[in-house]
């Protein structure tokens, strides 16, 4: 049931839901089009070679290893400055 200009509700013949429903499919047909272009324009970009960021991003990063003598060095430095930092808070 559909109200009709008058308020009143009206018993829609099957003819014209038909023709009401043939009709939206054509505007979602034809927005389809339109959405079927534009997405045919921005995912023609995935094929082919990858460009040289996407490709760098894709490798795994290699762990970076600190040699012994580095390691001692930094030791030292942070032991040097927790000591200095206990000095000024006394």
């Known amino acids: ?3 009709s200009d008058d308020g009143y ?8 839901a038909v ?3 043939d009709q939206h499919i054509e505007q979602l047909q034809q927005a389809r089009v339109v959405l079927e272009s534009m997405s045919a ?4 970009k995935k094929y082919g070679r990858k460009t040289a ?3 760098q991003a894709a490798q795994p990063k290699r762990k970076r290893n600190l040699s012994p003598e580095s390691r001692a060095r930094i030791v030292e430095a942070v032991k ?6 206990k000095k000024t808070a006394k």
């Open 41 to 44: 324009a921005t995912s023609s």
């Open 80 to 85: 040097r400055r927790w000591a200095k930092a």
């Open 19 to 21: 023709k009401l429903i």
């Open 9 to 16: 509700n009206a018993a829609m013949s099957i003819e014209n």
């Open 53 to 55: 960021a996407l490709a």
């Open 1 to 3: 049931m559909i109200k």
